[in-house]
């Protein structure tokens, strides 16, 4: 993925939104900014966060029966129907990002959202912990703290592999992380890093192809996603 300069959005499209599962959903009932930058993300992710897997599919298609995948071009994407901007294909991310949330993928589910708006992702050990709590449980990591631990090694770094079989959700969100550890008296300050690249996600048997419409399209148009770092730090008692 490449960084790329959010597009302006001009014009002022403020029709009223009604949830109903009997009510089409079309990306025109949501909110975009006026001329310059494009402000409307985090308004549309909470009309996003009432509404139901069919709907936020139903909006996925308005957007994609608009756009022709052959648009994306090196420096971003081109719209051949002035009815397709950079913005829709955002708000189409954030709409598959509350999916993968409600079919039981949040890690990957943040990481997506965070790629769109182009903000890291930071978690501190004084945070609920979403990644945390899943990656102390897992083979590679505990595999990785054993030796740190019993030699009482005052610093370590390291990485390892996330797989699958160990946990579905980081698979995709992180898969390969880099670790590093300190010691103090009472604990280990424990870091992991890793650059979300959406890599993993775009295979054919990611579980999203068959919850997300249109995933393939989506996934085409991956070049709207910005490069984004992830850390998460916590500590483990020495």
Known sequence: MKK???RVLSGIMALSFVISSGIPVFAS????????TY?????????????????????IDSIAK???PQQIRPNGITPINPGIHFNDLQDAWLAAAMI???????????LIKCSVKGKDYNETASSDGLFRKKIRKTTPYKNYMKPVMRNKEAYSSGSFNIEKSDNSDLFYALHSVDISTVKSTNNYAV????????EYMKDYDS???????????LCQNAAVLYPIDVTIT?????
Do not use: H
Not at 191 to 198: A, C, G, L
């Open 4 to 6: 790329m300069k959010k």
């Open 29 to 36: 009932d949501f909110l975009v900014s006026e001329k310059g």
């Open 207 to 217: 579980p999203f192809t068959a919850s997300v419409n249109n995933w393939a399209w």
């Open 191 to 198: 870091e992991i890093t890793d650059t979300f690249d959406f």
């Open 66 to 68: 608009k756009s022709n």
């Open 100 to 110: 993968a949330k409600r079919k039981g993928y949040p890690c990957s589910a943040e």
């Open 234 to 238: 916590f500590r483990e008692n020495a």
């Open 39 to 59: 402000t409307a993300l985090d308004a549309n992710q909470k009309r996003f966060e009432s509404m139901t897997v069919g709907q936020l599919n139903q909006f």
